[in-house]
């Protein structure tokens, strides 16, 4: 297990107002590339990628923009002033409120996606910056997501290129000896937090870079982020309390009348 003794973020400072069609490689080098090293790891947050691979549609209403990117509904409540919460499986596999639909920043009667595919928007990003700039940098795309029985939301990784997301500890032993049968931190998801408390949410600050960590950057054909997205076979909490109730009595049911 490699040494480690300190972890620095930073923000790249002076990134401009994203449009479509930016060329983010270009952007980020001219915000940050001479302070860039191998081993670095950049965390982009995903609206400005969404931005520059034009990912608007024109939406009156929101709902019906979740609704389309909506694979699978995983729970949905109604609070007493009549608005409703879903949460969703969406097109990429993950599930989140709103299926990541966002209609903060945009222009009037548009919604933006997430981009179509996460892992091929970090990879490109950091092939782009590796040609560029000359150094071994990783690459993530992160998103706000909240977490099951928590309060808050935290950033969490839904792309990644040249970046390990799990470090997989399995078969090691902890500091007294004993084995480490299940511990995989997902360390896509701690970076992408890491870099949320510097980038924040109002500061126009989308990209913070990572220093300290260059045990994981690697290859850009390493797996993505989309691995961490658990499969439904496995999943033990697929749907929320009260859908779960519904199906198993519908089930009842259904077995009653047969």
Known sequence: MPSRTAL??????????????ADLVDVIARAGGDD???GDILVVTSKIVSKAEDRFVEADDREDAITAETVRVVASRTSPNGSTTRIVENRLGMVSAAAGVDAS?????TVLLLP????ASARGIAAGLRERLGVEVGVIVSDTLGRAWRE???DHAIGAGGVQVFEDLR?????????LVVTMPCVADELAAAADLVKGKATRRPVAV?????????ALDLPGARSIVRP???DMFRLGADEAYAEGFAAGVRTTSD
């Open 152 to 154: 808050g939301q935290t």
């Open 36 to 38: 860039l090293a191998d």
């Open 210 to 218: 990572v220093r300290g960590r260059a045990d994981l950057v690697g």
């Open 105 to 109: 920043n945009t222009p009037e009667g």
């Open 232 to 234: 439904l076979e496995r």
């Open 8 to 21: 620095t973020v930073w923000p790249l400072e002076g990134i401009p107002e994203i449009e479509a069609g």
């Open 116 to 119: 179509v595919d996460p892992d």
């Open 171 to 179: 078969g090691g032993t902890d500091a007294e000896g004993r084995p």
